[in-house]
């Protein structure tokens, strides 16, 4: 299959894009053609310092390497590298309903945040541009978190109205969404998803020292049940510990909470403290050693870069000659 994602360098990523996507990536990576980009075109459709938008890029390049993707296997691009992104979307923009991107859930929940001066057409354009992340690789699986589904969908509406329309140019991709962990919660609010910029102190990211992960969640909002179970509707802040704890021993939350029985609430947070910790450790140490070769990553994304462009520049000369467009 042909696989297709990518994360926003808007800071250090977290458990939840780990859990929620880079996990499926890195078993994907073994037996399908995957493309995986550093989603900066993305990034700037939120307030952003240029400088620190340049280090996350290479930030963000770093951890993916650390995490485990590897160039040999799979693309890594930036998408800004590769221009035929920023083409396509105006493309696929004429052809994308204006009602359809205003019920956008994270359109309306980005713009809710934000001061009227900051929302920008690009907030808006957001989901075209990703439809055209997508559809430039004829993507068949888009590996996401659940909060990602809706815009995989419109990416799919867009693939198969443009196909109807000029004759068959796309294929209609389907999104890859993890069964328990498709949204871990913010430790400090339940009803939020995980976010470092929302809030770090409800986050453990892949830069946090061992003190801030033991501090945060320490500090996790649970309930006053003295009973250990599962139950994420009605207990979804221990649910989500247990959710965590679980993905990192590869057993099912329901059996963690098995494991758990008669213990405090305290006990379990101090053994997932632990089990976090040892696992993001050597995460880092690997992360320090790539940040020191600003040359080799370089060179990394350069490659990535030749080969993205190869395929995005025939897709678009496909669809610019189907909609009749001089290319
Ligand atoms: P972002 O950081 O918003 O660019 O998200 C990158 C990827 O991580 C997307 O596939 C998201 O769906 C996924 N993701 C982000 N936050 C969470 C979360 N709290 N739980 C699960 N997946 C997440």
């Given at each position: 299959m042909i696989?297709?994602?990518g994360?926003?360098?808007?800071g250090p990523i977290h458990i939840?894009?780990?859990?929620?996507?880079?996990r499926?990536w890195?078993?994907?990576q073994?037996?399908?053609?995957c493309?995986?980009?550093?989603?900066n075109l993305?990034?700037?459709?939120?307030?952003?310092?240029?400088?620190?938008l340049?280090?996350e890029?290479?930030?963000?390049?770093a951890?993916?390497?650390?995490l485990?993707?590897?160039?040999?296997?799979?693309t890594?691009?930036?998408q800004?590298?590769?221009k035929e992104h920023?083409?396509m979307?105006?493309?696929?923009s004429?052809?994308?309903?204006?009602?359809?991107?205003?019920r956008?859930?994270?359109?309306?929940?980005?713009?809710?945040?934000l001061k009227?001066?900051?929302?920008n057409?690009?907030?808006?354009?957001?989901p075209?541009?990703?439809a055209?992340?997508i559809l430039?690789?004829?993507?068949?699986?888009?590996?996401?978190?659940?909060?990602?589904?809706?815009?995989?969908?419109?990416?799919?509406?867009l693939?198969?109205?443009?196909?109807?329309q000029f004759?068959?140019?796309?294929k209609?991709?389907?999104?890859?969404?993890?069964k328990?962990?498709?949204?871990i919660?913010?430790?400090?609010?339940?009803?939020r998803?995980?976010?470092?910029?929302?809030d770090?102190?409800?986050a453990v990211?892949?830069?946090?020292?061992p003190e801030?992960?033991?501090?945060?969640?320490?500090?996790?909002?649970?309930?006053?049940?003295?009973q250990i179970?599962y139950?994420?509707?009605?207990?979804?802040?221990?649910?989500?510990l247990?959710?965590?704890?679980?993905s990192l021993?590869n057993i099912?939350?329901?059996?963690a909470?098995?494991?758990?029985?008669?213990?405090?609430?305290?006990?379990?947070k101090?053994?997932?403290s632990q089990?976090?910790?040892a696992?993001i450790?050597?995460?880092?140490?690997?992360?320090?050693?790539?940040i020191?070769?600003?040359?080799k990553?370089?060179?990394?994304?350069t490659?990535?870069?030749?080969?993205?462009?190869t395929?995005?520049?025939?897709t678009?000369?496909?669809?610019?000659?189907k909609?009749?467009?001089?290319?």
């Amino acid at each position: 299959m042909i696989i297709f994602s990518g994360i926003r360098p808007t800071g250090p990523i977290h458990i939840g894009n780990y859990l929620g996507a880079i996990r499926n990536w890195l078993e994907l990576q073994k037996n399908n053609q995957c493309f995986f980009c550093i989603a900066n075109l993305h990034a700037i459709t939120t307030p952003f310092k240029s400088e620190q938008l340049r280090q996350e890029t290479f930030g963000l390049a770093a951890l993916y390497l650390s995490l485990g993707l590897d160039p040999h296997q799979s693309t890594l691009f930036v998408q800004s590298q590769v221009k035929e992104h920023a083409e396509m979307t105006w493309l696929l923009s004429t052809i994308t309903p204006m009602g359809e991107l205003s019920r956008m859930t994270q359109y309306k929940e980005k713009s809710d945040r934000l001061k009227a001066s900051q929302i920008n057409a690009g907030l808006f354009y957001y989901p075209v541009l990703m439809a055209a992340d997508i559809l430039l690789y004829q993507t068949e699986a888009v590996p996401v978190g659940e909060d990602q589904q809706q815009h995989v969908e419109l990416a799919r509406s867009l693939a198969q109205k443009f196909n109807r329309q000029f004759g068959a140019t796309f294929k209609a991709p389907k999104s890859l969404i993890p069964k328990n962990q498709a949204r871990i919660r913010s430790l400090r609010d339940p009803s939020r998803k995980m976010s470092k910029t929302d809030d770090p102190r409800g986050a453990v990211s892949f830069l946090d020292s061992p003190e801030e992960i033991k501090n945060n969640v320490m500090r996790a909002v649970t309930d006053s049940d003295r009973q250990i179970k599962y139950d994420p509707q009605r207990r979804p802040g221990l649910a989500n510990l247990l959710i965590i704890y679980s993905s990192l021993e590869n057993i099912s939350p329901q059996e963690a909470a098995q494991q758990f029985v008669g213990q405090s609430y305290q006990s379990i947070k101090e053994e997932l403290s632990q089990k976090l910790i040892a696992f993001i450790e050597p995460i880092q140490s690997e992360y320090q050693q790539w940040i020191k070769q600003p040359q080799k990553l370089e060179e990394i994304l350069t490659a990535g870069q030749e080969q993205a462009q190869t395929i995005a520049a025939q897709t678009l000369a496909k669809a610019q000659q189907k909609m009749g467009l001089l290319g």
